[in-house]
């Protein structure tokens, strides 16, 4: 367990060094070997860049409250529902990069599956189509679902973890994405599904993230956000 806690750390401190410039963060080979052995997967990997406006696609536009420079994209190993390990990407915003790499570092050695994680303009920043591909993603310049007001999203601090299997039900009942409403019953325990207390809602929290699942009103299942102070 030690051995595993210092691979997150060297990982979490790598990333936060250099947040300026591309890098990529793992650890020394012996941590790199002992978490492998302990977990049957292979070393979690991170890498932190800046994006440009180009990058973001019709995610970002003029006027949003913050700019691509106040963002970053984080590249990072996720495992699949396959069982195999991929390379998915969230951009955030770069005070929240040292919470998201290691959160994630934590899903992944605890074997939380992500079915999907690519930046929403593949979607065309649509969040409708995006959450229907349980796609998990993070920044998205837009307004709050059925509000005006900014959404955490066009933030970079706020981040949708596998939408179909951790739907938002709004205050009158409807289900986003719709082919998530098979998954509004909570006693449910397929891959991915995301519970009161479970070891993903406990990382999110030891950074000080909150849970939508917890909310009264709508609640958001998929749902994890850090509010700028």
Known sequence: MRTIKRLLSVVVIGISAVLGTGVTAGADTSGNAAVESATGLPPFVATVRPVTAERLGKSWREGCPVGPDQLRLVQMSVLGFDGRVYRGELVVATDVVRDVVGT??????????????????????????????????????????????????????????????????????????????????????????????????????????????????????????????
């Not at 959450?131 to 920044?139: G, L, P, Q, R």
């Not at 998530?180 to 009161?196: E, F, K, N, Q, V």
């Open 104 to 229: 994630f570092a934590e899903l992944y050695r605890h074997r939380y599956p992500i079915e999907r994680m690519v930046t929403v303009e593949k979607y065309d920043a649509d969040d409708d189509l995006s959450m229907a591909a349980n796609n998990t993603s993070a920044f998205n310049c837009r307004p709050i679902t059925g509000g005006t007001a900014w959404s955490n999203h066009s933030y970079g601090r706020a981040i949708d973890v596998n939408p179909v299997q951790n739907p938002y039900i709004s205050g009158s009942g409807t289900v986003y994405p719709p082919n998530g409403a098979p998954y509004t019953d909570r006693t449910r325990t397929d891959p991915g599904l995301i519970h009161a207390d479970d070891s993903t809602v406990r990382a999110f929290e030891r950074r000080g993230w909150e849970w939508g699942g917890y909310w009264d009103t709508p609640i958001d299942y998929q749902h994890f956000e850090k509010p700028a102070v």
